[in-house]
């Protein structure tokens, strides 16, 4: 710039128009929306101050996003509030008010501040009052009495001038460094409204402030002193230049004529940049050296670290004639932090990025867009403006960041929360031809400013943005076949296997997503080549490097409408670093060509269903991507019955977690394996949407769906558990299952609150093979030990001779068979277990007990059964314990008559 950085837009601006360019007549658009709460394109106005005997200053014409062609000067005509024309003196350097209203041109010889408004031309200046550092508690009434002595002339020359982050005038030379303020105030050393008073342009325009006798408004440059051993040296435009061979110093800075500029910063742009002071000196050949200031308003001085930027800045590159040709005398900054510089006795601009790459040396300046009528460019300067509306007020939803606007497809497209997500960002626009211009954004009222739909398909860094809308108006177009755009990750990416590129194509009412992609141009004929450049991290287009037919760029795929996911490590070796992306249209059958949206980066890692830090007989944490999807016997079945999948990959919040089970050696030794394939270690069931399915968990890391075959073949790998009929004699979306428990191989659940269970039926292929679910009745403790008495018994087994149910105590009745107090242990679950039973008789044994069995327990007169156990698979390793009682008095509580 000079820059004007510094504010961020808040316009009302209105949308007309709409995306495609096919679709103006016919289809219902946004005709507005409410505020200008998006990021623009990067927009600018470039000035050019020509000093001879007199200073003219023109406006500089050229493609600043595309930066092609050569520059058009347009004269200004200046005049003054009388209406008198108006010719600026010789020499001077000039930069923007922070709101982009005023040249701000500062003559240090004259002691004047020069303001040019932008849209009318109209002239007003005011006088600039110098005060050294030891000068800060002057006082006001001393400078009235003889304001001469004060004027900035007297203090030495001024070379560069631009405006700070903060919004004050800042100036530099051979007198030092300044800050400009509007009011020293009470003249003392730290004035209590120092740092609200850097808005001197109000202050000069309304004259707000006329200090002196005859009504002259002046404005204050106080000077900060460097801290420590920290130095600048200085000298005035247009003096001899000589050779200094003395080693840079990053303490001991020269600048030597030239211009200075202070760099976009990611605070206005929602880019990559630190903001820095850049002087683009005519010391040692024409050097760019960079210092980050750090201003100290209590003692008013200067910290800063500084270094080299780049050199031959003062080079004759076009073999042109003339005392001290080629010297730089202007800077300002343009497109994503390039930077044109103006040379003396040279008719041609010259465009590098900041780390001193040359993108353009020839660029011509034409007098009224004549080439035959080029300006010899004379001592003077440049400045620029530059506007970012940076989407600070996302109107939709706060919780989104500045680069993202909410909308109906944010759930189809965001991948915010992927490890590593990044969005791209535009560094060079080329289209192959242009719809639309970019909008002018310098216009002060808004009306003038509008960013009609379709005309902002042309402003680039549109694409910096996120635009989630189902109609996004956030978009570039790459004007047809061959136009592209090259853009910039924040972050290089080292490809690995799961690294993606994300690229989104808006046309308007288009679905989210199409399968295949490609299928997408049968909707709309708009595609894209997607192509990355490997080991690259400059972080700045080289015009060499980076040619669009480079044959180092590696194409991962063709885009096309709506949402296009890219695996690099298909196409790109891991561990390639990609920073830079370019999208290439390549066949687009519309006017205005493919529509991009935007483009993002991330790691597509699957989510962890299982971790093996939990179960640690895993191999593996098991992800979404573990599901084996192959062909032939393990493919999973893609039936959909009653509108219910037969085979889901559940998410992680949806696995049972006391479902997932260890087979024991046992069953795994049953089971076995089968030649060439993986063996099943483990199940797991999930609870997907209300329903039930289970799965087996391999050996080697992959999950696969339990096989049904009573459903059918087709079914075999479903993971939807069965149910006791056919499903088509269901209406699914009634039916909610539950998982309860394993029961060896057995699954047991509940249908809509009944319980079920699927028995196991053999192994097929070292795999489960499955039934259709049956009834099945879970065993209640009062129902497994009941004493043999009157009040009821299983069969006429045995001959009771005395009938008694609990005695008045609470405590054991007793039947007598033989002499014998005898008690029967029943077994009506549907499972085998074997009964540890413990009496204060005959101590603890053993009776195995099948299922829907009952047994007896013997023991002589006055024997109390103290402890019954049950297990299944006792012994083995599966054993379970299912029951549990012990003690008389619990015991004999639960023991009630009748027995059923």
Known sequence: MKSLKFISLFLLIYFVGCNEYQQLENEAIPTHEVGNHKRMAFNQDVYLLNSTNKSEIYKVGFDFQGLQGDATLTKLDLWTE?????????????????????LTVVIAKRSRIYLIDLNTYEVRSSLLLGYRYDQRQ???????????????????????????????????GKAGFFRVVSDRGNGMQDPSNINTGKDIWTEIWERDDPSLENNENWVHALQYKFNGNLSVESTEDGEEYFEDVTPFNPKKVKFRGGDILFTQNSNETDGFEHQRLISFSQWKGGTAIYLDLEWNWATQTIQFDAGKVMGGLNMNRNNESGKGTGRVTGAALTGDNMVFTSHHSSKFLQLRTLDGTVVRDDIELQLDGNEENLLIHNWGDM??????DRNTNNPNDKTLSNKEIDGQYFEDWYKGEKEGHQYAEVKLYRPKRRIYEPNDLSQPDPEESYNATRDSRGNAANADLADYRKNAQKFVSLGGEGGYVLMQLQTPIKVNSYSTLQVVETSWNRAPQFTPTSSGFNSYAEKAKVFVLPNDDSRYYSDTDMQVDDPDWIEIGEAFIANNEFSLSETVSEGTTIKWIMIKDSGSETPDGFDLNFVSAYEFKPEVLITQDDHPWLPCDLTEDS???????DNPSTKVRGGEAMFRIPQANEIIESSIIELTQEQKDFLGTKSGRSRVIGLFTAEIDGKLHAYEIHDDCSIKGIRHFEWGGENKNASFVPLPLNPNNYDLSQVTTAFKKWKGFDLVYTLNGETKKVPFANKQEARLRYKKAIDYTEPTWNSVIQKLSGCGEIGDKVNITTELCLTPTGGFARSTIEGSDVF???????????????????????????????HFVKGGTGTVITNVKAYTDFGGTSQTEVWNKGGTSTLGSELNCPMQ
């Open 383 to 388: 400045a620029s403006t530059q506007q970012f």
């Open 824 to 854: 029967q242990l029943r077994n009506p679950s549907d499972d085998d277990v074997t009964f540890i039973v413990t009496t204060n008789t005959q101590g603890t044994f053993e009776i195995f007990a099948p299922a829907k069995t009952w």
């Open 138 to 172: 002057t006082s006001i009434s001393t400078v009235r009495e003889n304001p001469q002595a004060f004027y900035m002339s007297k203090i030495g020359g001024i070379t560069q001038v631009d405006v700070d982050q903060e919004g004050f005038l800042f100036i530099a």
């Open 627 to 633: 599901f084996a999807i192959r062909t032939g016997d």
């Open 82 to 102: 009388d209406n008198q024309d108006f010719e600026l003196p010789r020499g001077g350097h000039m930069c923007v008010s922070p709101d982009n209203r005023f």
